[in-house]
Structure formats: structure tokens, C-alpha cells
């Protein structure tokens, strides 16, 4: 059964700091992964999407890493904003049609 | 606009009751699915469809019945709300075509909340 992990659950940081989320899952084989994120009380944004055969994917400030082999990912966010301030969620698509999601990380960013 | 759309936004009903989320998709994806996110915001799969054909279920207590009339909608109907039926319930989309994974499209979801 694939289980995924995101470390840290929360995480405060001044405004202009570069940070790193951290997710990792159990079970190698899978199609792909995607992060997300969550405002409060709103629906989920995707961020990016990463290819099985991928390593990586960039979208403005955001970079995401696959690993698969080690069942790790990495959400790299550059110069971070007040506006980052959400809940990242990874989740990762297995052999079905369905997505399995971490719990998340709360990010804070001050300004 | 190009979306996955839900309705209502918010329903608060008692126990007992039976209610129903609508949601549709204009995005031409041929997989749709139900998630739902508890009150730690865990979010996890209830149903999915593949044009129209019942793919998962995942555990769901049989009060809950799924209904996809056409590719591009899929409804949720709960017989008999319990108190631990309150949750935010998300509808999303998503489609492989030739070889190409497009990701998933989720809607705004719906704030169940049973009293």
C-alpha cells in the first residue's frame, strides 16, 4: 500500500528566504507525482507535474525533483513570497487511477 | 471558463437527511473522481470513472452512490447523513492521451457539514 510523507508539516520563514518541501512515498512504481497547493478553505492548484521518466520539472520559482529509485521529492521555491503562504501537498499516481497525497506542509512566509 | 465545477459550495444538513453534490467537467477528460478531505485535511480517494464505467471505490460506505450520466458529470448522493459524513468533498478530473498525462484539475469542493 503506498504511503506518502511530507516533511516538515509546518514551516515559517521570513519573506526572500529559498526553501525546501520534502515528500517521499513507499512504493517506487509509480506514474507520476504532482504537487499541489491548498489555500484555506479553498480547492487545490496544481503546481507541477512530474513524469515517472523525469527527474525534474521548473515553473517560475518553483523546481520539483523526482527521485524515484529512493522514492523522494523535493518542491524548491526561490525568493519565497507572503503570497506563498499555503499548504503544499504531493501526491503521487500508482498503477490505478487515483492519486495518494501526504498530508501536507503549512508554509508561512512573513513578510 | 475551463474548469471542474462543484455544487453547492456549502451545505449544512441534519442527520438522516439525504443530499447530493453535483460536479462537472468541460476540461474533455475521460476519468473522474470524489475525494475527501476529513478534518486533519487529509485528502483521500472515494470513487473514481473512466468514461462513465466505475473504476474505484474505495471502502465507502454503500450510502454513498456515485452517478456519472455522461463523461463530463459526476454526482455524489449520501443516503442517511451521519455526523462523520462532515467533511470537504472534491470533485477532479483528469486525462492520459496519447501517452501524454495531463494531470489532475480539481473543484473548489464542497463543505459538508452534518448536524
Known amino acids: 500500500k503506498q504511503e506518502v510523507t511530507q516533511i516538515p508539516a509546518a514551516l515559517s520563514v521570513p519573506e526572500g528566504e529559498n526553501l525546501v518541501l520534502n515528500c517521499s512515498f513507499t512504493?517506487?512504481?509509480?506514474?507520476?507525482l504532482q504537487w499541489f497547493r491548498q489555500d484555506p478553505g479553498k480547492g487545490l492548484t496544481s503546481l507541477l507535474l512530474?513524469?515517472?521518466?523525469?527527474r525534474e520539472q521548473t515553473s517560475g520559482r518553483l523546481n520539483a525533483s523526482l527521485d524515484k529509485s529512493s522514492g523522494r521529492s523535493t518542491l524548491y521555491i526561490a525568493a519565497s513570497q507572503p503570497g506563498d503562504s499555503a499548504t503544499y501537498l504531493c501526491?503521487?499516481?500508482?498503477?490505478?487511477?487515483?492519486?495518494?497525497f501526504g498530508s501536507g506542509t503549512r508554509l508561512q512566509v512573513q513578510p | 471558463d475551463t474548469a471542474v465545477s462543484q455544487t453547492p459550495k456549502y451545505l449544512v444538513t441534519q442527520m438522516g437527511n439525504d443530499k447530493s453534490i453535483k460536479c462537472e467537467q468541460n476540461?474533455?477528460?475521460?476519468?473522474m473522481y470524489w475525494y475527501k478531505q476529513d478534518s486533519k485535511k487529509f485528502l483521500k480517494i472515494m470513487f473514481s470513472?473512466?468514461?462513465?464505467?466505475?473504476?474505484i471505490n474505495e471502502t465507502v460506505p454503500n450510502r454513498f452512490s456515485p452517478k456519472s450520466p455522461d463523461k463530463a458529470h459526476l454526482n455524489l448522493h449520501i443516503n442517511s447523513l451521519e455526523l462523520g459524513d462532515s467533511a470537504v468533498y472534491f470533485c477532479?478530473?483528469?486525462?492520459?492521451?496519447?501517452?501524454?498525462?495531463?494531470?489532475?484539475?480539481f473543484g473548489s469542493g464542497t463543505r459538508l457539514t452534518v448536524v
Open positions: 477532479a478530473s483528469s486525462q492520459v492521451r496519447r501517452g501524454h498525462d495531463y494531470g489532475y484539475t
Open positions: 512504493d517506487s512504481a509509480i506514474y507520476n
Open positions: 512530474i513524469q515517472s521518466s523525469q
Open positions: 501526491a503521487v499516481e500508482t498503477g490505478r487511477r487515483a492519486l495518494t
Open positions: 476540461l474533455g477528460h475521460d476519468t
Open positions: 470513472y473512466n468514461n462513465k464505467e466505475l473504476i
